[in-house]
C-alpha cells in the first residue's frame, strides 16, 4: 500500500468490540488477567497499552521499519537510546545538533564517563571515517539539521559507521518519513520528536524510535518498559489522528517553504538563506536525492543580532514560539531559544539567525507578514 493509506490503515483496524473506526483511547493503567500469567497482551499500560500499540505499528510502517517503540518526547526517545552505550562508549555527532540532545550529551552523560565528539556538517558528511574510532559505537546524525539545514549522504554515512562497527542513528524530525525514510539508505535506527510534524497540531509532546534490528528492538523495548519514559494513551491517540494528515500537510509545508525561500533569497535584508530546496545550497543535490521534497524548515542570517531579534517580534502570522512542524507558522531566534544551551559551544547557532517553522497558511499572508517585519523602522533607518 501507498504511504498516505497506511498512514490511515496501518495498526489502526476497526474496534473488534464496537466496530469503531478510530482506534480508542484505552485510558487504563491495568488489566484484567484470565489467570496467573494468562490475559489477553496487555498486563500493565508502562508495559504496553493497544492505543500506544497501534502508533509504534503505524510509525514502524511509515519509516519502513520492522519494529516501532513510542516514547514520552523526543528526549525521552534519545535517553533511552543512550542507554544501549555504556561509560566509555564513544558517540560521534554532527555538530549542529538540537541544542537539547547537546545539552543531554555534554551535561547528564559525559559527566558519567560517556564520549562525545562532535564534528562540523561539512567534515561530517565527507570525512566521517577519518573521525571512528573502535571505541565508537553510536554515530548521531540529523539531515537537515536543526537549526543550520546541513545535508548528511545517509548512505555514506551508515557504509562509514558500519564500517567501524557503530551504529548509525538518523534523526528524521525536520523530514519526516513522508520525505525521507533513513532505514531505507542504511540507517539502524531512527528517531523522531512526534511532537513536531508527525502530529502536526502543537497539542502533544512524543517521541519514537524505528529500527529493523530485532536485537536493538528488544533492548529498546526493554528499556522503555524499565527506564518509564512512555506516553500515555491519549497523547498516543494524539499523534495517530495527526500522522493520518501528514502527508497532505508535508506536501503544503514544502510548497510554501519553497515560496518563502525564494522571496527570502531576494530580500536585500537577509545576508543568507538556508533551505535545501534552493539550488545554491551546497546540500541540494543530496537532498534532491534522498528527500521527496524539501521540507517546511527554512534559517535564515539577518543584518546583525539585534535585528534578529527584534525581527521574531515583529511578525504577525509568524508566531514566535518554541518547536516546529505544525500547521501554524513559528519564528524564533535559535542562539537565545532553542540552542541557547550551545552558546558556549565552538558549534554555537550563529547570534543573527533566524529559524522559521513554515506552516500551511497561505503562502502569500505569510510572506506579506515577513515582508513587514522586514521593513526598516524609523529608528533603524
Not at 174 to 200: C, M
Not at 258 to 273: N, Q, S, T, W
Not at 332 to 342: D, K, L, N, Q, V
Amino acid at each position: 500500500m501507498d504511504f498516505e493509506t497506511r498512514a490511515i490503515h496501518d495498526g489502526q483496524e476497526p474496534d473488534p468490540a464496537t466496530g469503531a473506526v478510530t482506534t480508542p483511547i484505552y485510558q487504563t493503567s491495568t488489566y484484567v488477567q484470565e489467570a496467573v500469567g494468562r490475559n489477553k497482551g496487555y498486563d500493565y499500560s508502562r508495559v504496553a497499552n493497544p492505543t500506544r500499540t497501534a502508533l509504534q505499528q503505524c510509525l514502524a510502517s511509515l519509516e519502513s521499519a520492522e519494529h516501532g517503540i513510542a516514547f514520552s518526547s523526543g528526549i525521552g526517545a534519545t535517553t533511552t537510546l543512550m542507554h544501549l552505550l555504556n561509560p566509555g562508549d564513544r558517540t560521534v555527532l554532527i555538530a549542529d545538533v538540537y541544542g537539547g540532545v547537546y545539552r543531554l550529551t555534554s551535561q547528564v552523560y559525559e559527566p558519567k564517563g560517556y564520549e562525545f565528539a562532535y564534528v562540523p556538517a561539512d567534515e561530517f558528511d565527507a570525512n566521517l571515517a577519518a573521525h571512528l574510532d573502535e571505541r565508537t559505537k553510536l554515530v548521531w546524525a540529523e539531515t537537515p539539521s536543526n537549526p543550520l539545514l546541513n545535508l548528511i549522504d545517509i548512505r555514506r554515512a551508515a557504509d562509514a559507521a558500519h564500517a567501524a562497527g557503530a551504529l548509525l542513528v538518523v534523526d528524521n524530525t525536520f523530514a519526516s518519513p513522508y520525505l525521507q525514510r533513513p532505514l531505507e539508505l542504511g540507517a539502524d535506527i531512527v528517531v523522531h520528536s512526534t511532537t513536531k510534524y508527525l502530529s502536526g497540531h502543537s497539542d502533544v509532546i512524543g517521541g519514537f524510535v524505528a529500527t529493523n534490528d530485532h536485537a536493538i528492538a528488544e533492548r529498546l523495548y526493554f528499556l522503555q518498559k524499565s527506564l518509564g519514559a512512555v506516553p500515555g494513551p491519549f497523547d498516543c491517540w494524539l499523534v495517530l489522528r495527526g500522522v493520518k494528515t501528514l502527508a497532505l500537510r508535508m506536501q503544503k509545508h514544502s510548497e510554501n517553504a519553497r515560496a518563502i525561500a525564494e522571496f527570502l533569497d531576494g530580500h536585500p535584508r537577509v545576508e543568507k538563506v538556508l533551505y535545501p530546496g534552493l539550488p545554491s545550497h551546497p546540500g541540494h543535490e543530496i537532498a534532491a536525492r534522498q528527500m521527496r521534497d524539501f521540507g517546511g524548515m527554512i534559517s535564515f542570517l539577518a543584518e546583525s543580532e539585534e535585528e534578529a531579534v527584534e525581527l521574531v517580534a515583529r511578525t504577525k502570522l509568524f508566531l514566535l514560539a518554541e518547536s516546529l512542524g505544525s500547521v501554524e507558522s513559528l519564528i524564533e531566534h535559535p542562539a537565545r531559544m532553542t540552542h541557547a544551551s550551545t552558546a558556549d559551544a565552538p558549534f554555537a547557532a550563529p547570534r543573527n539567525l533566524v529559524r522559521l517553522s513554515v506552516g500551511i497558511e497561505s503562502a502569500e499572508d505569510l510572506i506579506a507578514d515577513l515582508e513587514a517585519a522586514l521593513v526598516r523602522t524609523p529608528a533603524h533607518v
